[in-house]
């Protein structure tokens, strides 16, 4: 019955721990906020319903006893847990928006998370990376809120805050006969194999796509490596891997991109929905 009461009385459990951390009743009474008679007061309660002395008190100093010592990191552990109880509440009763996006653009949406949790009232965003087959059928299901995916998306989808992502240099196997070039322009590509993400062929560029099902283009560059073809790929990707066995040759295309948008059911719409698609215009306006 004891334990049960101390456990109940977190404000003294507080204050105990206040005064176990400066050995003053007035400085942790100050501390608090509270008056050192109500601090003195706190503690009496504590040490009533425990049934044993926590501290030590002379005109000079301020010492826990024996059982204060041993209860000390239980009282911690209780508020502690509390604090932990609030934080998850909390974040449990804000509104969650799922998103999936294509790792490309995880930049991007690690800055929509970021503001949505800084609007007020807050909304989180729990992040999916996933190409854009696992996206579609993610929304699909209902599994996610939207979805970022590259257009053009399946048609029972509503999307909006379209953007495009430059596609500037080829991905080439280390070993290949155009790795050492300073720069290759779509005429010196035709006769190759052009990996193609997403199983859309690459608009204006020759060659002899391979199709692969998924818009990962870490996959993509194993089978590069493995020489199975050369990659178009945004300088976007280019900046951030870091691969021995492949080779990044920039290439003068032109207009060559990828454009996205943010896609979801007409069916599910909702506030947090609309929070999300403006978040993305923002931050697409905003860099």
Request: hydrophobic content about 50%; charged content about 20%.
């Amino acid at each position: 019955m004891h334990y049960v009461l101390v456990l109940l009385m977190l404000k003294e459990l507080h204050c105990f721990t206040k005064v176990a951390a400066l050995l003053s009743f007035s400085k942790a009474a100050a501390d608090l906020g509270m008056s050192q008679p109500a601090m003195s007061q706190a503690i009496t309660r504590l040490e009533r319903a425990a049934g044993v002395r926590l501290f030590e008190r002379t005109a000079r100093d301020v010492r826990l006893t024996a059982e204060g010592k041993a209860l000390l990191p239980y009282a911690e552990q209780a508020l502690e847990s509390v604090r932990a109880f609030t934080a998850e509440a909390a974040r449990l009763a804000r509104p969650i928006i799922h998103l999936a996006y294509p790792p490309l653009v995880g930049a991007l949406a690690a800055r929509i998370a970021r503001r949505l949790a800084g609007r007020s009232p807050a909304i989180g965003v729990e992040l999916r990376a996933a190409g854009r087959s696992t996206a579609a059928r993610a929304l699909a299901d209902g599994e996610v809120s939207a979805a970022i995916l590259a257009t053009p998306a399946p048609a029972r989808f509503v999307t909006a805050a379209r953007f495009h992502v430059t596609v500037d240099h080829v991905a080439v196997p280390a070993g290949h006969r155009l790795a050492a070039r300073p720069r290759l322009t779509p005429d010196e590509l035709g006769g190759q194999v052009l990996i193609t993400p997403g199983s859309r062929p690459w608009a204006g560029l020759p060659g002899r796509p391979r199709l692969v099902a998924d818009d990962d283009f870490a996959a993509a560059l194993d089978l590069v490596a493995a020489g199975a073809g050369l990659l178009p790929i945004p300088q976007l990707l280019v900046r951030t891997i870091r691969r021995d066995d492949v080779r990044f040759v920039p290439l003068e295309a032109g207009d060559l991109r990828i454009t996205y948008a943010l896609a979801w059911s007409r069916e599910r719409v909702t506030p947090e929905l609309m929070a999300l698609v403006q978040a993305v215009q923002d931050a697409l306006w905003t860099r």
